[in-house]
């Protein structure tokens, strides 16, 4: 069996590393405070939960907002709809991820139309999908009042402005960091107002 030797400077570099990376993650995982989010990240979990949504959370952690992502701010036992209802209509922002699959999932549709119906500003992402892409199959399992919540919501949000991404030849880093720019900015414009 090798053992690899490191040199004392090698050894202080990758503590060093390792320091400066525990300070980057939050110490207060947001499901354990009390407090309301202030952004909530509606997005297709098998499409961008690994990549847009869990970066945008993870960024706007580290610059103490209180970002809202369902596998991050629930545990077993949480009642769904309750949570992310409750979520929506306490944020200030929210962030609309959509993605090849997003408009096959009701729950992305029902807090879409929750943002819409919350008059809640919303900042869309469209990654790998063009917003005239965006359309809702009736395959009849959807009760007929909310397919026509969703269509609404969806209208509505396909004519707001926000970012397009495309994965194959897109900068993720740089993405991210303009939606989180964009939602610090518009924040700050609520607080300042509510003074």
């Known amino acids: 069996m090798h053992t690899q030797r490191y040199s004392s400077a090698a050894m202080k570099m990758m503590n060093f590393h390792r320091n400066f990376l525990a300070l980057q993650t939050p110490t207060n995982p947001p ?6 989010c202030d952004v909530f990240i509606n997005h ?3 499409d961008t939960k690994r990549t847009i949504a869990g970066l945008l959370y993870d960024r706007l952690s580290r610059l103490n907002r209180q970002p809202f992502l369902d596998n991050k701010n629930m545990k077993p036992g949480d009642k769904l709809f309750d949570n992310i209802d409750n979520a929506i209509k306490n944020c200030k922002v929210g962030v609309t991820v959509f993605s090849p699959n997003y408009c096959k999932s009701y729950f992305c549709l029902h807090e879409l139309a929750l943002f819409m119906e919350s008059n809640k500003k919303i900042i ?7 917003p005239s892409q965006l359309a809702i ?4 399992k959807v009760p007929s009042k909310d397919l026509e919540r969703f269509k609404f919501a969806l209208e509505e949000a396909k ?6 991404f495309d994965s194959l030849k897109g900068n993720l880093s740089d993405v991210v960091t303009n939606v989180s720019d964009i939602v610090i900015e518009s924040l700050t414009e609520m607080e300042s107002k509510k003074q």
Do not use: E, Q, S, W
């Not at 869309?124 to 063009?130: E, H, Q, R, S, V």
């Open 44 to 46: 297709r979990g098998i």
């Open 124 to 130: 869309p992402i469209f990654c790998d999908i063009k």
């Open 159 to 164: 004519y707001t402005l926000g970012f397009t």
């Open 31 to 36: 499901h354990m405070t009390n407090r309301a």
């Open 137 to 140: 199959v009736d395959d009849g």
